[in-house]
């Protein structure tokens, strides 16, 4: 038998739950009864196309009456549904088709706000019915709440206080009353600030709409202060840190809560540290003059620091060094060992803005390969390199002045890379760090052979080589400036002298052609090394005693009929070098080398090759390589 739709005098009318029959097919709303027209606001139910109650949720409806096709009965409260005036509604739907007319859905409709409502009258009813015993236990609960409150308030090694909106005192807690020397009897109640916080530690008075305290409730701010005077009870003020912050009653602003610490130890602490520091910069002050002073005594006592020779080639030396010392450009020196570029080096610093910071010297053939890197780029404290503190580099000891590396060659080649980069960026990783420092130095390098044979030999990386040799200087030998050496040995002379606490004898004539006539293969080095042998030699003589010892250092003099191999290859050496820098390095043809010394050309390419000569050696400065 077919459910009809109930008449509009069904016992449904007198529901007090809100009901509607839906005509799914038609969008209308074939019956409803008076809770759902009064809920609905609905003017004549018959009429009303309800989609129009729907809005955005239409495709929910949709959803849930297949829910409801397919399951017998659906429910749901996410379909948002308004009366007839546009007026939202929360509601939970339930949902039933009826028998035999599967396009029709029974609709009940309830209302959440009005239940909603009636559950919260509900339990205040419950509530008021609870009586004196559930008052007495939210009384007891908020009494233990307060106590706990409190014991960790008084438990606190801060002092804390409150103050209310008028600057009255409203708690205090146990380290506050220590610290001050107040009971909480003495403040609660009392303006706080007048007591305590009334004056500046100078005397001056301190004025309470000057404080910060009562700037956070008044200006609703959060103060933090780290130095400033609390007076006790028996008028010694203490030295305080503290934060002040609004406090609310229902987003009402109420009052503020200080939070202090005394620092009265901490801060005596400090001042004695400052005078400490200041005792300290004041002797750094003294050693740095002291030291300025035994510094500017040693260069005046050893001379033998300034370069000595009137030599062209010396007095070009000293003109590189005037002009490239007060830039902070790049400079690799070239020489043989013991022709004094340390000394070039160290002019050029002495002589530049960065003379007041240190000249750091590395010589890179002093340490083994494996420890160069920690020694010029530092290394962090670590079980794993073997370390126990934290060590800087030469690079991080340089910052600010000036980094000499010599014998550059002699760095390995992944490290001279490393060494490209930390220059072009101008920072510095230490080994096991992962924080680059920054880096600002002078760098001046040395080297025993021209870059280009380094670079040909692979000992040499030529970015690194193009970034460093921005100003070269070239230190000739000794052999190649004999003018030198008369000022020199005197020089050294002197030296030796006082050094041995000894008179000085008179170079004669005889040991100063044999010192002429010598190569000086170890250079000024070894010209020093025979003059302090032959002052120890002296001793007694009015002239001085040379030995030239078993080396056979003298080049062939006159009735000398033997020469040694040595000598031999060092005058073939010398008389080669002669020939390529007379010819101005042509080898072949008119005013070639080979002419001048009448052999045949491939004959003078395979002498070059056995004695290990190159372009640079002969070409010098006024040639460069092109």
């Given at each position: 038998?077919?459910?009809?739709?109930?008449?509009?005098?069904?016992?449904?009318?007198?529901?007090?739950?809100?009901?509607?029959?839906?005509?799914?097919?038609?969008?209308?709303?074939?019956?409803?009864?008076?809770?759902?027209?009064?809920?609905?606001?609905?003017?004549?139910?018959?009429?009303?196309?309800?989609?129009?109650?729907?809005?955005?949720?239409?495709?929910?409806?949709?959803?849930?009456?297949?829910?409801?096709?397919?399951?017998?009965?659906?429910?749901?409260?996410?379909?948002?549904?308004?009366?007839?005036?546009?007026?939202?509604?929360q509601l939970e739907l339930r949902a039933r088709p009826l028998a035999g007319r599967p396009d029709q859905l029974l609709l009940t409709l309830l209302d959440l706000?009005?239940?909603?409502?009636?559950?919260?009258?509900?339990?205040?009813?419950?509530?008021?019915?609870?009586?004196?015993?559930?008052?007495?236990?939210?009384?007891?609960?908020?009494?233990?709440?307060?106590?706990?409150?409190?014991?960790?308030?008084?438990?606190?090694?801060?002092?804390?206080?409150?103050?209310?909106?008028?600057?009255?005192?409203?708690?205090?807690?146990?380290?506050?009353?220590?610290?001050?020397?107040?009971?909480?009897?003495?403040?609660?109640?009392?303006?706080?600030?007048?007591?305590?916080?009334?004056?500046?530690?100078?005397?001056?008075?301190?004025?309470?709409?000057?404080?910060?305290?009562?700037?956070?409730?008044?200006?609703?701010?959060?103060?933090?202060?780290?130095?400033?005077?609390?007076?006790?009870?028996?008028?010694?003020?203490?030295?305080?840190?503290?934060?002040?912050?609004?406090?609310?009653?229902?987003?009402?602003?109420?009052?503020?809560?200080?939070?202090?610490?005394?620092?009265?130890?901490?801060?005596?602490?400090?001042?004695?540290?400052?005078?400490?520091?200041?005792?300290?910069?004041?002797?750094?002050?003294?050693?740095?003059?002291?030291?300025?002073?035994?510094?500017?005594?040693?260069?005046?006592?050893?001379?033998?620091?300034?370069?000595?020779?009137?030599?062209?080639?010396?007095?070009?030396?000293?003109?590189?060094?005037?002009?490239?010392?007060?830039?902070?450009?790049?400079?690799?020196?070239?020489?043989?060992?013991?022709?004094?570029?340390?000394?070039?080096?160290?002019?050029?610093?002495?002589?530049?803005?960065?003379?007041?910071?240190?000249?750091?010297?590395?010589?890179?053939?002093?340490?083994?390969?494996?420890?160069?890197?920690?020694?010029?780029?530092?290394?962090?404290?670590?079980?794993?390199?073997?370390?126990?503190?934290?060590?800087?580099?030469?690079?991080?000891?340089?910052?600010?002045?000036?980094?000499?590396?010599?014998?550059?060659?002699?760095?390995?080649?992944?490290?001279?890379?490393?060494?490209?980069?930390?220059?072009?960026?101008?920072?510095?990783?230490?080994?096991?760090?992962?924080?680059?420092?920054?880096?600002?130095?002078?760098?001046?390098?040395?080297?025993?052979?021209?870059p280009e044979v380094e670079i040909d030999a692979g000992r040499l990386r030529d970015d690194l080589a193009l970034f460093l040799n921005v100003f070269p200087i070239?230190?000739?030998?000794?052999?190649?400036?004999?003018?030198?050496?008369?000022?020199?040995?005197?020089?050294?002379?002197?030296?030796?002298?006082?050094?041995?606490?000894?008179?000085?004898?008179?170079?004669?004539?005889?040991?100063?052609?044999?010192?002429?006539?010598?190569?000086?293969?170890?250079?000024?080095?070894?010209?020093?090394?025979?003059?302090?042998?032959?002052?120890?030699?002296?001793?007694?003589?009015?002239?001085?005693?040379?030995?030239?010892?078993?080396?056979?250092?003298?080049?062939?003099?006159?009735?000398?009929?033997?020469?040694?191999?040595?000598?031999?290859?060092?005058?073939?050496?010398?008389?080669?070098?002669?020939?390529?820098?007379?010819?101005?390095?042509?080898?072949?043809?008119?005013?070639?080398?080979?002419?001048?010394?009448?052999?045949?050309?491939?004959?003078?390419?395979?002498?070059?090759?056995?004695?290990?000569?190159?372009?640079?050696?002969?070409?010098?400065?006024?040639?460069?390589?092109?």
């Amino acid at each position: 038998m077919r459910e009809q739709i109930p008449s509009t005098d069904s016992p449904l009318d007198s529901l007090p739950l809100a009901a509607l029959v839906l005509d799914t097919g038609r969008d209308r709303i074939a019956w409803a009864n008076e809770a759902a027209i009064r809920l609905l606001a609905l003017p004549d139910p018959v009429t009303i196309r309800f989609s129009s109650l729907l809005g955005a949720a239409l495709p929910k409806l949709v959803v849930f009456a297949d829910e409801v096709a397919h399951r017998g009965q659906a429910w749901s409260r996410d379909i948002a549904l308004s009366d007839c005036h546009g007026r939202p509604l929360q509601l939970e739907l339930r949902a039933r088709p009826l028998a035999g007319r599967p396009d029709q859905l029974l609709l009940t409709l309830l209302d959440l706000t009005e239940l909603e409502l009636r559950a919260e009258a509900t339990e205040a009813a419950q509530t008021f019915r609870s009586g004196l015993m559930e008052w007495k236990r939210a009384q007891t609960f908020f009494a233990e709440l307060e106590r706990q409150n409190q014991l960790i308030l008084n438990a606190a090694g801060e002092g804390i206080y409150g103050v209310n909106a008028e600057g009255k005192t409203t708690f205090l807690n146990r380290a506050a009353q220590e610290m001050l020397g107040w009971t909480a009897a003495d403040l609660l109640g009392r303006d706080i600030h007048s007591v305590i916080h009334h004056h500046h530690l100078n005397g001056d008075f301190y004025p309470a709409h000057d404080c910060p305290i009562y700037r956070s409730f008044r200006f609703e701010q959060i103060h933090r202060i780290e130095n400033e005077v609390f007076w006790r009870k028996d008028g010694r003020p203490i030295r305080v840190e503290y934060v002040s912050t609004p406090i609310y009653d229902h987003k009402v602003l109420a009052g503020a809560v200080v939070i202090f610490r005394d620092i009265t130890e901490r801060y005596e602490a400090e001042r004695r540290l400052h005078e400490a520091l200041e005792q300290v910069d004041a002797l750094r002050d003294r050693l740095e003059q002291e030291n300025a002073y035994l510094q500017e005594a040693i260069t005046s006592e050893r001379a033998h620091h300034d370069i000595i020779g009137g030599s062209g080639a010396t007095r070009q030396v000293l003109t590189r060094i005037a002009l490239v010392a007060p830039t902070d450009a790049p400079v690799m020196i070239t020489g043989e060992a013991g022709t004094g570029k340390a000394l070039v080096a160290t002019a050029i610093h002495k002589d530049s803005p960065r003379h007041r910071r240190p000249l750091i010297t590395f010589k890179c053939s002093a340490h083994a390969p494996d420890a160069i890197e920690a020694e010029l780029f530092g290394q962090m404290r670590s079980h794993q390199l073997g370390t126990q503190r934290d060590r800087p580099g030469k690079l991080e000891l340089a910052h600010g002045g000036t980094l000499f590396l010599d014998d550059l060659a002699e760095m390995p080649p992944e490290l001279q890379g490393r060494l490209l980069h930390a220059l072009q960026t101008a920072q510095v990783t230490r080994l096991g760090d992962l924080r680059a420092r920054p880096l600002d130095i002078r760098i001046i390098t040395a080297l025993t052979r021209p870059p280009e044979v380094e670079i040909d030999a692979g000992r040499l990386r030529d970015d690194l080589a193009l970034f460093l040799n921005v100003f070269p200087i070239q230190c000739r030998p000794l052999r190649d400036r004999p003018d030198d050496i008369p000022a020199l040995a005197d020089h050294l002379l002197r030296l030796a002298c006082k050094r041995m606490n000894r008179p000085c004898p008179v170079i004669p004539t005889r040991a100063m052609t044999r010192l002429l006539a010598y190569d000086w293969p170890g250079n000024v080095r070894e010209l020093g090394n025979v003059i302090e042998r032959a002052v120890i030699l002296s001793t007694g003589h009015s002239k001085l005693v040379l030995d030239m010892g078993d080396e056979a250092l003298a080049r062939p003099t006159v009735g000398r009929a033997v020469l040694t191999d040595a000598e031999v290859q060092a005058i073939a050496r010398a008389n080669l070098l002669n020939a390529m820098r007379e010819a101005g390095g042509k080898v072949s043809g008119a005013g070639g080398a080979a002419g001048l010394l009448g052999v045949p050309a491939t004959t003078l390419y395979s002498r070059l090759a056995k004695l290990g000569l190159h372009e640079a050696e002969w070409a010098g400065p006024a040639n460069p390589r092109s």
